[in-house]
């Protein structure tokens, strides 16, 4: 490469200058997307996963067609299995009894209670007689730990201690023994703490050789068969006393996973990569490359994994020939079949991965052409006929067994009337109660996990209500409900529950109190609601506290949803359209309900055209008609921009544009580069661009379904001569006109289908905007006189959250539980409310900030004792229903500003967005201050404002603190003429 040098020295010291900058900014930590987005959890690589990937390079394996490939790999990366050297795992070998042994107690997360065991018994012995290597020691810790815990007699542990095997007796325990399936899962059933199943074995008894097996292992079996860690041989045999070779014991651990995940702390994820970051570390001597990569996980929170490698400059160990400051820390990737190490990533794979002690260990790549989905929901009807089913979906899961499903997601099932209806293959799978079922063995309301391939059921399972009893979900049908006792009592589909004769396991559960009804978080198709509206029939999900009192409960009506546009309103009947493109007329009698956007609307509001939902109900041959809902579903926008456009591509249906700006509570703030940008369009919205298209643009900006931000509307200046932003109130709209007028402005603004209208994040019609509604418009005014609003942002104040502040002189303190004001001033904004009484608050340890002059301080330091005694201080308090949330020692403000955060002084953050230090002062912009004298607002210069240690923040109705507050925030700010400072910071952001 040649460079042209000219001028002398003053290009040279300019192309010298430019490569020092860059030297020196490679040395800065990357900036990752994260700061945008931080991660709900952050997964560093693991410092053993280069050891565990050589290990794991078994060349048995990788030379075979095992089905347990997958299995062998996973086990082996959690380090619950591991080969014999030399890159040989032993496939076909036989698992021996010690072996099976030692497997049990690690999936159980109780090695090294082993390796204490074995040490302690090889201290016992003659130097001369101690075991080596040390393998063999520690099998002694586990054989003893197996004799403690029954799972070997006395006599088999005397002849596993025997120096030489080879002399016992054929009948003998040897260690070497391959070990039977009986006993096999006898070890796991005990060693797991799988409870044994004695008054049902008709799963185990359904094979042809059930009677082989010794009957004091069959409960054992039982139960693992019903947890599906062992199965049969797939031709009606369970072959008791056949052997299991080391393949097979690497499929039954993965088979275990949900038994062993809790022990060992290790958690299990589905995601998507969304983003790929390296930079340099070149801190506390370390010169080593960082990847950073974001995953956004089934469940839609944002996981974020972090590797370290040596960089290749870096200085080596003389010794061990390793890294000198940087500890390698990576992940082992099964990318199609082939081990790999972290490098294998890339943005827009799909994964599985696993977390071992917060650590990323083991992910797999899923590349497959067979779309795989696993739902949990009700059946509500079944056409076995032609094989259809109609589902109430309840929620995705990312894998195919409940039991590795999120408890937070399932805690939170919130049932909305989504309704699916779906195909059966006829090779699907059906199991109900561990036994193969056939299609017409489902009952309506079955609660089962539902898998579909390409669209199709291949797999049907009744979940085990047991397991949902565990973590403390109940599932079943309201029988009745009584708040004012405080109870609510359940029946099952099947018509039982209520009878003392339905079972063991559920006539425990029938009857659910409640300490409280105002304490229980209630849901009713999915939007809140009050335990007065649960009714009986209907179908609930509840949530159940450690002492098994009732706190959360999400119930639907039990009706079957029917969807559809309707094509004819005829007198008392409605001609429906439905999904599947079928007609059917349905009878809506008088005073049946009918909504709208969450509101009671009447039979005439419905419209041909409207698409709806009924809910239905049949008993016998009558339909019961529930409610109709006309629905138009919002779209969600995550922001609207304003930019020059540049052109359309067809092709890729894109634009590109330039000088894009987000519109941010009432400005456009300033992008943050330069230069052009290609936005993709959502699929479903086509915009309408004329030949010649050019201007100014506003876009609405929304996720597509793999979560990339989409254009998904647009509209056009119109080449207006100029553009505001005006924050006002809508006085006056006539949607027919299509013109709305504010409170402030002496002029009509028209607007119609072309304009972006957005409330709550969601896109709306314009018959949605109304009187009185807050808004910020963005209005152009044209040549021919008209003003015209292409943006209306209408704004949701923070809601009133009951925060009062207070300030006064502090008369008494209950240590930590109480003080008192002498006298008090309310601030009734602009001014303060003068209260000549006593007022006590309460205090709460757990809640309550306390800040004195140097800041937040601990609850325990607030007392009226002592030389630093709070007692005759005068203070700030935020208090809400009586409690104090902060008390703040800040001084006397008398004048109070209004303004904007034009910029925030002092805020450090690092590299994933959180906090280093707060900011120490702001800016104010669109100041005014109010003039006691005048009782007026009066302009302000910009003005500079300091944010000391004790200011009392609020914001958007919440304490706060001052990394909280955003530039582009609206506040209000009590301080004193005599200071900078801000005492009090009173923020909304919209």
Same mark, same amino acid.
């Given at each position: 490469?040649?460079?042209?040098?000219?001028?002398?020295?003053?290009?040279?010291?300019?192309?010298?200058?430019?490569?020092?900058?860059?030297?020196?900014?490679?040395?800065?930590?990357?900036?990752?997307?994260?700061?945008?987005?931080?991660?709900?959890?952050?997964?560093?690589?693991?410092?053993?996963?280069?050891?565990?990937?050589?290990?794991?390079?078994?060349?048995?394996?990788?030379?075979? +067609?095992?089905?347990?490939?997958?299995?062998?790999?996973?086990?082996?990366?959690?380090?619950?299995?591991?080969?014999?050297?030399?890159?040989?795992?032993?496939?076909?070998?036989?698992?021996?009894?010690?072996?099976?042994?030692?497997?049990?107690?690690?999936?159980?997360?109780?090695?090294?209670?082993?390796?204490?065991?074995?040490?302690?018994?090889?201290?016992?012995?003659?130097?001369?007689?101690?075991?080596?290597?040390?393998?063999?020691?520690?099998?002694?810790?586990?054989?003893?730990?197996?004799?403690?815990?029954?799972?070997?007699?006395?006599?088999?542990?005397?002849?596993?201690?025997?120096?030489?095997?080879?002399?016992?007796?054929?009948?003998?325990?040897?260690?070497?023994?391959?070990?039977?399936?009986?006993?096999?899962?006898?070890?796991?059933?005990?060693?797991?703490?799988?409870?044994?199943?004695?008054?049902?074995?008709?799963?185990?008894?359904?094979?042809?050789?059930?009677?082989?097996?010794?009957?004091?292992?069959?409960?054992?079996?039982?139960?693992?068969?019903?947890?599906?860690?062992?199965?049969?041989?797939?031709? &009606?045999?369970?072959?008791?006393?056949?052997?299991?070779?080391?393949?097979?014991?690497?499929?039954?651990?993965?088979?275990?996973?949900?038994?062993?995940?809790?022990?060992?702390?290790?958690?299990?994820?589905?995601?998507?990569?969304?983003?790929?970051?390296?930079?340099?570390?070149?801190?506390?001597?370390?010169?080593?490359?960082?990847?950073?990569?974001?995953?956004?996980?089934?469940?839609?929170?944002?996981?974020?994994?972090?590797?370290?490698?040596?960089?290749?400059?870096?200085?080596?160990?003389?010794?061990?020939?390793?890294?000198?400051?940087?500890?390698?820390?990576?992940?082992?990737?099964?990318?199609?079949?082939?081990?790999?190490?972290?490098?294998?990533?890339?943005?827009?794979?799909?994964?599985?991965?696993?977390?071992?002690?917060?650590?990323?260990?083991?992910?797999?790549?899923?590349?497959?052409?067979?779309?795989?989905?696993?739902?949990?929901?009700?059946?509500?009807?079944?056409?076995?006929?032609?094989?259809?089913? $109609?589902?109430?979906?309840?929620?995705?899961?990312?894998?195919?067994?409940?039991?590795?499903?999120?408890?937070?997601?399932?805690?939170?099932?919130?049932?909305?009337?989504?309704?699916?209806?779906?195909?059966?293959?006829?090779?699907?799978?059906?199991?109900?109660?561990?036994?193969?079922?056939?299609?017409?063995?489902?009952?309506?309301?079955?609660?089962?996990?539902?898998?579909?391939? +390409?669209?199709?059921?291949?797999?049907?399972?009744?979940?085990?209500?047991?397991?949902?009893?565990?973590?403390?979900?109940?599932?079943?049908?309201?029988?009745?409900?009584?708040?004012?006792?405080?109870?609510?009592?359940?029946?099952?589909?099947?018509?039982?529950?209520?009878?003392?004769?339905?079972?063991?396991?559920?006539?425990?559960?029938?009857?659910?109190?409640?300490?409280?009804?105002?304490?229980?978080?209630?849901?009713?198709?999915?939007?809140?609601?009050?335990?007065?509206?649960?009714?009986?029939?209907?179908?609930?999900?509840?949530?159940?506290?450690?002492?098994?009192?009732?706190?959360?409960?999400?119930?639907?009506?039990?009706?079957?949803?029917?969807?559809?546009?309707?094509?004819?309103?005829?007198?008392? +009947?409605?001609?429906?359209?439905?999904?599947?493109?079928?007609?059917?007329?349905?009878?809506?009698?008088?005073?049946?309900?009918?909504?709208?956007?969450?509101?009671?609307?009447?039979?005439?509001?419905?419209?041909?055209?409207?698409?709806?939902?009924?809910?239905?109900?049949?008993?016998?041959?009558?339909?019961?008609?529930?409610?109709?809902?006309?629905?138009?579903?919002?779209?969600?926008?995550?922001?609207?921009?304003?930019?020059?456009?540049?052109?359309?591509?067809?092709?890729?249906?894109?634009?590109?544009?330039?000088?894009?700006?987000?519109?941010?509570?009432?400005?456009?703030?300033?992008?943050?580069?330069?230069?052009?940008?290609?936005?993709?369009?959502?699929?479903?919205?086509?915009?309408?661009?004329?030949?010649?298209?050019?201007?100014?643009?506003?876009?609405?900006?929304?996720?597509?379904?793999?979560?990339?931000?989409?254009?998904?509307?647009?509209?056009?200046?119109?080449?207006?001569?100029?553009?505001?932003?005006?924050?006002?109130?809508?006085?006056?709209?006539?949607?027919?006109?299509?013109?709305?007028?504010?409170?402030?402005?002496?002029?009509?603004?028209?607007?119609?289908?072309?304009?972006?209208?957005?409330? &709550?994040?969601?896109?709306?019609?314009? +018959?949605?905007?109304?009187?009185?509604?807050?808004?910020?418009?963005?209005?152009?005014?044209?040549?021919? $006189?008209?003003?015209?609003?292409?943006?209306?942002?209408?704004?949701?104040?923070? $809601?009133?959250?009951?925060?009062?502040?207070?300030?006064?002189?502090?008369?008494?303190?209950?240590?930590?539980?109480?003080?008192?004001?002498?006298?008090?001033?309310?601030?009734?904004?602009?001014?303060?409310?003068?209260?000549?009484?006593?007022?006590?608050?309460?205090?709460?340890?757990?809640?309550?900030?306390?800040?004195?002059?140097?800041?937040?301080?601990?609850?325990?330091?607030?007392?009226?004792?002592?030389?630093?005694?709070?007692?005759?201080?005068?203070?700030?308090?935020?208090?809400?229903?009586?409690?104090?949330?902060?008390?703040?020692?800040?001084?006397?403000?008398?004048?109070?500003?209004?303004?904007?955060?034009?910029?925030?002084?002092?805020?450090?953050?690092?590299?994933?967005?959180?906090?280093?230090?707060?900011?120490?002062?702001?800016?104010?912009?669109?100041?005014?201050?109010?003039?006691?004298?005048?009782?007026?607002?009066?302009?302000?210069?910009?003005?500079?404002? &300091?944010?000391?240690?004790?200011?009392?923040?609020?914001?958007?109705?919440?304490?706060?603190?001052?990394?909280?507050?955003?530039?582009?925030?609206?506040?209000?700010?009590?301080?004193?003429?005599?200071?900078?400072?801000?005492?009090?910071?009173?923020?909304?952001?919209?």
């Amino acid at each position: 490469m040649n460079f042209y040098i000219r001028n002398g020295n003053l290009r040279v010291r300019r192309l010298v200058f430019f490569i020092l900058l860059s030297l020196l900014l490679s040395n800065v930590p990357h900036q990752t997307s994260a700061s945008n987005t931080i991660p709900a959890r952050i997964f560093e690589g693991s410092e053993n996963s280069k050891a565990i990937l050589a290990n794991l390079d078994y060349i048995d394996v990788k030379q075979s +067609n095992s089905w347990a490939k997958n299995a062998i790999w996973e086990t082996g990366a959690l380090e619950l299995m591991k080969g014999y050297g030399e890159k040989r795992f032993g496939l076909n070998t036989r698992l021996s009894a010690e072996e099976a042994l030692v497997i049990a107690y690690n999936m159980a997360g109780r090695e090294a209670e082993a390796q204490l065991a074995a040490e302690a018994l090889d201290l016992q012995r003659r130097e001369e007689d101690r075991k080596t290597p040390a393998g063999n020691m520690w099998a002694d810790g586990y054989l003893l730990l197996a004799l403690n815990d029954g799972l070997i007699t006395q006599e088999q542990y005397n002849d596993a201690m025997q120096t030489d095997q080879l002399e016992l007796e054929p009948t003998a325990f040897r260690r070497s023994n391959p070990v039977t399936r009986e006993d096999m899962a006898f070890y796991l059933a005990k060693v797991l703490e799988i409870n044994p199943v004695n008054s049902q074995t008709h799963t185990f008894n359904d094979y042809r050789d059930w009677k082989e097996a010794n009957p004091h292992r069959i409960p054992y079996i039982e139960a693992l068969l019903q947890n599906r860690v062992m199965n049969g041989d797939g031709n &009606g045999y369970f072959r008791p006393k056949g052997t299991v070779t080391r393949e097979q014991a690497a499929q039954i651990i993965q088979n275990a996973f949900p038994f062993i995940f809790p022990r060992l702390n290790i958690e299990k994820f589905k995601g998507t990569i969304e983003s790929i970051e390296q930079y340099t570390d070149k801190t506390d001597g370390r010169n080593s490359t960082v990847t950073i990569i974001d995953v956004r996980n089934s469940g839609g929170q944002l996981h974020q994994f972090r590797f370290e490698r040596p960089s290749a400059e870096e200085k080596m160990n003389e010794m061990a020939g390793g890294s000198k400051n940087t500890v390698s820390k990576g992940a082992i990737v099964n990318d199609m079949g082939v081990l790999k190490d972290e490098s294998a990533f890339g943005e827009g794979q799909e994964i599985i991965y696993f977390i071992k002690n917060n650590r990323i260990v083991y992910a797999s790549i899923v590349i497959s052409s067979t779309r795989t989905e696993y739902y949990l929901g009700k059946i509500l009807s079944v056409d076995d006929e032609n094989r259809h089913i $109609g589902i109430e979906v309840f929620l995705e899961l990312p894998f195919s067994d409940i039991r590795l499903a999120d408890p937070a997601v399932l805690y939170n099932i919130v049932p909305d009337g989504t309704v699916e209806k779906l195909s059966v293959s006829e090779d699907a799978k059906i199991f109900m109660d561990f036994s193969r079922k056939t299609l017409k063995d489902i009952k309506p309301e079955s609660i089962m996990l539902i898998t579909v391939e +390409n669209g199709l059921v291949t797999g049907l399972v009744k979940v085990n209500l047991d397991l949902l009893q565990e973590e403390g979900i109940v599932s079943g049908i309201v029988e009745e409900n009584n708040p004012d006792l405080g109870y609510v009592t359940l029946y099952f589909p099947d018509g039982l529950g209520t009878s003392p004769a339905y079972g063991e396991s559920l006539s425990n559960y029938r009857t659910y109190s409640y300490l409280r009804a105002e304490d229980v978080t209630v849901y009713k198709n999915g939007v809140p609601a009050v335990m007065e509206e649960i009714k009986p029939g209907d179908s609930v999900f509840l949530k159940l506290d450690a002492d098994g009192n009732l706190i959360r409960i999400s119930a639907s009506d039990n009706y079957y949803p029917v969807y559809g546009r309707v094509r004819a309103k005829l007198s008392g +009947n409605l001609l429906i359209e439905k999904q599947d493109g079928t007609y059917e007329q349905i009878t809506i009698p008088p005073n049946t309900p009918v909504f709208r956007q969450k509101r009671r609307v009447t039979w005439d509001d419905i419209k041909e055209g409207d698409n709806l939902r009924i809910l239905l109900q049949k008993s016998g041959s009558n339909v019961i008609v529930g409610e109709v809902t006309l629905e138009k579903k919002a779209q969600e926008t995550t922001g609207i921009y304003k930019a020059q456009f540049g052109y359309y591509d067809d092709y890729n249906n894109s634009i590109v544009v330039t000088r894009l700006q987000q519109f941010s509570d009432g400005i456009w703030k300033q992008p943050e580069t330069a230069g052009a940008s290609k936005l993709q369009i959502s699929e479903n919205y086509k915009p309408d661009i004329q030949k010649g298209m050019h201007g100014t643009v506003y876009l609405a900006m929304g996720k597509n379904f793999m979560g990339n931000n989409t254009v998904i509307k647009m509209a056009s200046d119109g080449g207006a001569l100029l553009s505001e932003v005006i924050g006002d109130t809508i006085v006056e709209v006539q949607p027919g006109r299509g013109s709305l007028t504010l409170l402030n402005k002496n002029m009509r603004f028209v607007y119609g289908p072309d304009s972006i209208i957005v409330k &709550g994040g969601k896109l709306l019609e314009p +018959n949605q905007v109304k009187s009185y509604d807050e808004a910020y418009v963005v209005a152009g005014s044209h040549v021919d $006189g008209t003003h015209k609003a292409d943006v209306i942002w209408l704004r949701e104040p923070a $809601g009133d959250t009951g925060l009062t502040l207070y300030r006064g002189r502090i008369s008494g303190i209950e240590w930590l539980s109480s003080f008192t004001l002498q006298s008090f001033s309310e601030f009734r904004d602009p001014e303060w409310e003068f209260v000549n009484v006593p007022k006590t608050l309460s205090i709460d340890p757990q809640y309550i900030r306390i800040y004195d002059d140097d800041g937040r301080t601990d609850p325990a330091q607030f007392n009226d004792n002592g030389e630093n005694s709070y007692k005759n201080r005068t203070v700030y308090v935020l208090a809400q229903e009586g409690r104090a949330m902060l008390v703040s020692t800040a001084p006397y403000g008398d004048v109070v500003y209004k303004g904007r955060i034009l910029k925030l002084e002092g805020a450090v953050k690092d590299a994933y967005g959180h906090s280093v230090s707060p900011p120490g002062s702001m800016l104010l912009s669109e100041a005014r201050v109010y003039n006691l004298r005048t009782w007026i607002w009066e302009n302000n210069d910009d003005v500079q404002m &300091g944010i000391p240690p004790n200011a009392v923040i609020m914001r958007n109705g919440k304490v706060a603190d001052a990394e909280q507050l955003e530039e582009g925030d609206r506040i209000t700010v009590i301080k004193s003429e005599t200071s900078d400072d801000a005492y009090v910071i009173i923020a909304e952001s919209y």
